[in-house]
């Protein structure tokens, strides 16, 4: 599962305390104050007022949110730590889907040329190698890269996973023929 953007607006706008409960909202503020000594009424505090501020308060909090603004430079961040984190996702589910272990050797001895230590390895480096290529970048530039390149990275994801496995697969069916 991937959340992509997501807002939390439905869960502020969802009150947790219905409208009967403000009259027993008043009534446990009415007893604060007397419990402490204090007389609402001296106050100019009356049942009703405080009831109409309740649910002005209700009605005030149920407005929708706006949607907080985030610098360039931070969203770019959070692109490549979740790109970067999406891909090492993927990487284990391709290699599961594939039938490889992680700490497994079996693909790595079909890709000599990369010398990963591991299949996980290997699979997180074509992965990587697939999405750069998507992005038209090359290795350890991903820092260089701007929001837009980086949402195209991560859109390509899931299509990286399918090609990776069909050439892991094609690469071991090979091997055993």
Not at 8 to 16: H, N, P, T
Not at 18 to 31: F, G, N, Q, S, W
Request: charged share 30%; hydrophobic share 40%; proline share 4%.
């Amino acid at each position: 599962m991937a959340v992509h953007q997501e807002i939390i607006e439905r869960f502020i706008q969802e009150g947790f305390l219905d409208e009967l409960e403000d009259e027993a909202i008043v009534e446990d503020l009415l007893r604060e104050l007397e419990a402490r000594g204090l007389d609402p009424e001296s106050l100019g505090l009356t049942r009703e007022d405080l009831l109409r501020r309740v649910q002005a308060q209700r009605q005030r909090a149920a407005l929708t949110p706006t949607e907080i603004p985030v610098s360039p430079q931070r969203k770019r961040q959070e692109l490549r730590r979740r790109l970067a984190e999406q891909s090492r996702t993927l990487a284990n589910r391709v290699l599961k889907d594939v039938g490889g272990a992680p700490t497994g050797r079996t693909f790595c001895l079909l890709y000599p040329q990369l010398r990963a230590a591991n299949d996980l390895a290997l699979v997180t480096q074509l992965i990587n190698a697939e999405v750069n290529s998507v992005m038209g970048t090359g290795p350890a530039t991903r820092g260089d890269l701007d929001v837009e390149t980086l949402e195209r990275g991560m859109a390509a994801l899931e299509e990286v996973g399918e090609r990776v496995a069909r050439q892991l697969e094609a690469r071991l069916s090979e091997a055993e023929s």
